[in-house]
């Protein structure tokens, strides 16, 4: 009975999530200093690395980029990359994962041993699995959707992405379970690390807000860059029932957030700039006289007519019909 029940648990999470995360293979080092490091080196799969104690240095794609303790850093697939150890032991965790739309396909990755390694200093492995799905989907995944927006800012050039803030200890616990999970021969082992692999993405995805929101604090440029984007959105969307939830996540800023950069910039919320835009546009529409007023109410974006009638009667202190008298007569 058991049995039966964590196949049909993997296909609900496949078509509820569209793909599948896998982590194909983790990693322990702990490098000395005086360590030597084979040549620059990619992987077919992402690539996570903890970093549990140490300073080291990672040259990627010809950028330096220091890693301390307790930061995660992300590096992209088939990204060129080296690192040295600037102050030891240096002592991390390495992932490897990738997505699959097809259950098989990921769980023959689990089993499946790395093709592109090749030997550390250490006698471990580097490198990352061969495995011809890693690419499936991943344009509709939140994690790579951000990593294409924040391309060129703080958080990375598009090849990397550091995470240093306040949810760096979530992330290396759950690096640490995942690991311990690997190791395990526990029962339902493949569905646990998948969704400890999906719980880590999630928490990566919210770091990385968190971080994305920090450096627009630094940088207001970007900040008012990012609220004039979601003007245009709100003025090219208005019509088709629009949140400000779904505009702040447009821009990948917290609501709240979102909100506060949009009042700073044009000295009223989103909210009410929505409803301005829609109530100006029903003043259009009101003056042709073919227009039924309900039908009004869904071309400016209202869920309802008696949704429009309230917005309408706040904004104009009459009622859209009202409204139509006074201006067509």
């Given at each position: 009975?058991?049995?039966?029940?964590?196949?049909?648990?993997e296909?609900?999470?496949?078509?509820?999530?569209?793909?599948?995360?896998?982590?194909?293979?983790?990693?322990?080092?702990?490098?000395?200093?005086?360590?030597?490091?084979?040549?620059?080196s990619?992987?077919?799969?992402?690539?996570?690395?903890?970093?549990?104690?140490g300073?080291?240095?990672?040259?990627?794609?010809?950028?330096?980029?220091?890693?301390?303790?307790?930061?995660?850093?992300?590096?992209?697939?088939?990204?060129?990359?080296?690192?040295?150890?600037?102050?030891?032991?240096?002592?991390?965790?390495?992932?490897?994962?990738?997505?699959?739309?097809?259950?098989?396909?990921?769980?023959?990755?689990?089993?499946?041993?790395?093709?592109?390694?090749?030997?550390?200093?250490?006698?471990?492995?580097?490198?990352?699995?061969?495995?011809?799905f890693?690419?499936?989907?991943?344009?509709?995944?939140?994690?790579?959707?951000?990593?294409?927006?924040?391309?060129?800012?703080?958080?990375?050039?598009?090849?990397?992405?550091?995470?240093?803030?306040?949810?760096r200890?979530?992330?290396?616990?759950?690096?640490?379970?995942?690991?311990?999970?690997?190791?395990?021969?526990?029962?339902?082992?493949?569905?646990?690390?998948?969704?400890?692999?999906?719980?880590?993405?999630?928490?990566?995805?919210?770091?990385?807000?968190?971080?994305?929101?920090?450096?627009?604090r630094?940088?207001?440029?970007?900040?008012?860059?990012?609220?004039?984007?979601?003007?245009?959105?709100?003025?090219?969307?208005?019509?088709?029932?629009?949140?400000?939830?779904?505009t702040?996540?447009?821009?990948?800023?917290?609501?709240?957030?979102?909100?506060?950069?949009?009042?700073?910039?044009?000295?009223?919320?989103?909210?009410?700039?929505?409803?301005?835009?829609?109530?100006?546009?029903?003043?259009?529409l009101?003056?042709?006289k073919?227009?039924?007023?309900?039908?009004?109410?869904t071309?400016?974006?209202?869920?309802?007519?008696?949704?429009?009638?309230?917005?309408?009667?706040?904004?104009?202190?009459?009622?859209?019909?009202?409204?139509?008298?006074?201006?067509?007569?």
């Open positions: 009975m058991v049995e039966d029940l964590l196949p049909a648990f296909k609900s999470l496949l078509e509820s999530s569209g793909s599948i995360p896998v982590v194909f293979e983790g990693v322990e080092h702990c490098y000395e200093t005086s360590t030597p490091f084979p040549t620059a990619r992987h077919t799969s992402h690539e996570l690395m903890y970093l549990r104690r300073k080291c240095e990672f040259l990627i794609n010809g950028k330096t980029v220091n890693v301390t303790k307790g930061s995660t850093l992300i590096i992209r697939p088939q990204v060129m990359h080296s690192v040295r150890v600037v102050e030891g032991p240096a002592d991390m965790v390495v992932l490897y994962f990738g997505f699959s739309s097809d259950i098989a396909k990921a769980q023959q990755a689990l089993l499946s041993k790395p093709k592109d390694t090749q030997p550390m200093a250490n006698g471990r492995l580097r490198g990352g699995p061969t495995v011809p890693l690419q499936e989907n991943i344009a509709a995944l939140p994690l790579e959707n951000f990593l294409d927006f924040a391309s060129g800012d703080a958080l990375g050039d598009g090849s990397y992405l550091m995470i240093s803030g306040k949810s200890q979530a992330i290396g616990v759950l690096a640490e379970r995942i690991m311990r999970e690997s190791r395990s021969e526990a029962y339902a082992k493949d569905m646990m690390m998948q969704l400890l692999t999906m719980e880590l993405l999630i928490t990566l995805s919210r770091a990385l807000r968190e971080e994305w929101e920090e450096s627009l630094v940088k207001n440029g970007k900040a008012r860059e990012l609220v004039l984007i979601a003007r245009d959105y709100l003025d090219e969307n208005y019509d088709r029932g629009v949140t400000v939830a779904e702040a996540a447009y821009v990948f800023l917290s609501q709240g957030y979102f909100t506060r950069a949009f009042r700073d910039e044009f000295g009223i919320s989103p909210m009410n700039y929505l409803m301005q835009i829609r109530i100006e546009a029903a003043c259009r009101l003056t042709q073919e227009i039924k007023v309900s039908g009004i109410a071309q400016v974006g209202f869920s309802s007519p008696q949704r429009f009638n309230v917005a309408f009667r706040k904004q104009k202190g009459m009622t859209p019909m009202e409204y139509r008298h006074m201006y067509t007569e």
